[in-house]
């Protein structure tokens, strides 16, 4: 391509490449902790596969950060790009050691990863170089799996090809849970500092002083803020989850011995708290059958879902009323009511004309008023789920494609929405929401005032002027287009593809878990989907987790420069 | 007030518009006499209809309209027009088996009658199309009904208000604030200094355009190449393609003609869906107006674009051999004629099929329904979205690419060269989000209240009533395709189509504002 920018672009081009080497530099960093943890549990060829991963991913990053060393500091116009083409390429190297372990590891070594205790009856052999094996371990072998099942972790989404999770090496579990986590310390950065501009709620409700020019400051004292408060929850959510796991009388949860226990408190604390979605069980949440896990796990949802500055405000300045003080929070609360109720009420509607669409032996044998037992188990899966969803969590508990449309399009319009901007939530956000449907009321309400009159509006705790208003609202109902219209095309290429047993409902659905990153399926997903819905399905992933714009600019600066 | 809007003076001049509306029905009454059927039925219509104006027009003698007024009163002519609209189906079918007759059996037999009345009455005014007809022919109901049927669609195509404001010197007075809350797209262009002479150019052009369709139809069948085309067909396909309503007095829509019929409807339904302000400027010898406006040349080029994708679609077999429509594989001049039709009718929300093509290929089906999603031009005769709206959303998207990343550079949207407004832009923002999401919300309404009485709607069944009404489309999928019905719906879901049908011709904001501002009392 001619350079029509006057010998600027390979200078843009330089800063990029040089950031983007730098977080692949940290990736590089993180797969050689697991090396320590696959040898750690004895998985030598896990090891060997997370090695070579991190050598390669060093290498490449190393080289990019080397060859660029002098590029000058990156701008706000260059955070974007930053930020997009950093996720796809973190992305793409973290499939990696998947695709390694699975290719280094013997179909005879596979099959000692499968428990010894699963009721393997109904799982599906894999055929590996002429032999087979029950571990999902061998799903990596498809570069297109390994690429899917990053791109679900990185971006805290939590759909996966990994069919049975027990059945996958210690260290592959680890890597899943750990890439959520560090992602969703990513993502608030991501809101935080770097899609923080005017024009975008975050902006408004969280940043007041004067923009910085330089990325790499605002960028370094988010991280600081962040990770003490990311690691002290998690240390929370563990305790309480092991508490949990201990105390529940289902017979999973007695047959787990302390180490299992720890381990998947640690795993499920991870993930949860990140809004992540992966699961160390192979039936996600619903594997328990308890509804105290259950319900220590709503808490540790809600908390991922309430934005990061909030939580310092109300942590560091010891200010509990920050939590109703704050529009995002306010409305996450509202809205987590609300939906349960709603939802409950379409499920145990809808409890005679299902089968097998909610838990059913394992509820605590108490009666309510009005409620059989069958009732209360639609409105306890009904409450975990819509929690689940809303947060953009992912966790199941339980068959929700056997759900009625009425239930799904409800749980379509939570993950469409999504919790609070500035955690690590997906979805539109709250704020943008509430800054639309804000700006078509004040539309129409204006229709009678004169074109000068002096209007103000009210955001959160800040008034807002005209000409404030009007640029959040623009950009909230730009990104929002952008989402439906994304969500739109990707539901109807699904329902062609995904096979007869799968209607519109499902399809949207799937399409709505994928792009706002919350994880829950109706069935379609898994190894044996089709190779173009699983790609696209990538593809949604990763514009929703940048919210599109960053996307679409990283294309366009690909194809047209940065500069105008 | 309590609602802040002088009610009265609104009211009073809805009389105004129910007097005349009792004249159009001299149209029926006309091919009653010729057909030799009863005419007691629109003379008795003609009494009632003109008793009601009378007394209406009673409550204010003397309106006087401000702008909350005039919103509350193009929000109410649709309403008043679609219920005066009844009045000759009820009375048509007054004890017998029809559909849409007045049925006094039963409260649960009276009321459906009334809504599925009430439903073809709007479907009509708002040239939407849809039908709940149990069976279209001209022997089940009379000739004068079905041409009743027909002409509702002409009155409403170019707007009741345009039309009022265009005849009548009271309406006059406040005309440029009620046309721009009727006129379809974001803006209205004035063409003359007097607003009612600018109705009267549109209502000419339109009315022109209407006889010479009529003629060209009448003289197919005279030239022997339209069997089938009568007087009556010519007259009531002409009342109904301008407009883009989409009824047709027979069960097979325009399948039922030759092909060469089928080919002069075409353009003809193409021109519907164009502003007519640009006619006027080709009239006035000025046609690079038109050639270099930018919705008109959006317009051309997506119908181009979706038929030129369609009839390969076809010719390669997405159509299995249909009773309607015929055999497209391999045979190029169906293939593009059926490509042509489907997605001109669909696109610009006409509604008319010469094929049945909820048979085709699930490919094909959702390429007419991204269709229907484009919408016809603003200050045409079409509904939808409107490509004017499409235009500046995805120009405002580009801008925002750019301006996110260099935040100090001020870029103005433009559009045929000229700068839109920034009101404006957000304007369309918000329409088109609201839309969408009032699209959304109906398509899992519809399906859940159908749902109630026993009945599963697939999700394109769903999702097509819903962008069929507030598009005024009228056919959608499955068993709401164009040679199905709207009968089996229940009365809720009918009266919420009623509702979008309303709300989508009236482009939501005079409906919304009126709410608003009676609410919003800061």
Known sequence: MPDRNGGRLPTDLGVIARDVGSLLLMEAGLMSLTVVVALGFGEFHAALGFLLAGGMTALVGGAANRVFADAPEPEMKHGMVIAAGGWLMVACFGALPLFLTAWATPPAVMDAFVPAAADTASWEPIEVGGSVTLSSLAYFRDPL??????????????????????????????????????????????????????????????????????????????????????????????????????????AYAESLSVGETAWQALNHAMTGLTTGGFSVTDNSIATYGSPLVEATLLPIMVLGAIAFPVHYVVLNDRNVRELVADLQTRWLFVLLGAGVVVLSIQNVASVQITTGAFATESFVPRSAPLLDGAQLDAVRDSTFQWISALTCTGFQSAPIGRWVAGAKVLVVGAMVLGGAAGSTVGGIKIVRGYTVGRGIAWQFSRVFLPKNAVVTARLGDRTLDRETMEREFGEAAIVTLLWIVALVVGSLVLVNIAGPEFGYADALFEVASAQGNVGLSSGITGPSMSPVAEGMFVLNMWIGRLEIIPVLVFVRAGIWGLNP | MAWGVNWKASVGLLGVGIKYLAVTMLVPLVVALVYGEDIWVFLVSMALVAAIGFAVERVDPDPDLGPREALLFVSLAWIAAAVIGTIPYLLAGYGTASTVGLQTGSLGALTESIVNALFESMSGFTTTGATVLGEISTDRHSHAVMMWRQLTQWLGGMGIIVLMIAILPEVAVNGAQLMESEAPGPELQKLTPKIAETARALWLIYFAFTVVYIVLLYGLHRAGMAPNMDLFNAIAHGFTTLPTGGFSPEADSVAAFSAAVQWVVIPFMAVAGVNFALFWHVLRGEAEVMLKNAEFRGYAGAIAVVTAVLAVMLFRGAAPAIELGGMTQGVTENSLRQATFQVVSLLNSTGYATADFVEWDTDAQILLMFAMFIGGSAGSTGGGVKIVRWLIVGKAIRRELFTSAHPDVVQPVRLSGSVIDEDAIRGIMAFTILYLVLFGVSAVLLSLDTARIGIQLTMLESTSASLATIGNIGPGFGRLGPFGSYLFFPDTSKLLMVFLMWIGRLEIVPVLAVFISAIDTR
């Open chain 1, 145 to 250: 799996h390994a690429v899917f099942e990053s791109m679900s972790g990185w971006t805290g989404s939590g759909l996966t090809m990994a069919v049975h999770e027990p059945s996958l090496p210690r260290a592959v579990q680890w890597w899943r849970s750990f890439i959520q986590w560090v992602g969703g310390v990513g993502v608030i950065v991501l809101t935080v500092s770097i899609l923080s501009r005017p024009g975008s709620g975050s902006y408004a409700l969280y940043r007041s002083e004067a923009r910085e020019r330089k990325i790499h400051p605002s960028v370094v004292s988010t991280v600081r803020t962040v990770w003490k408060l990311v690691v002290a929850y998690t240390l929370l959510a563990f305790a309480m989850l092991f508490a949990a796991i201990r105390a529940s009388e289902s």
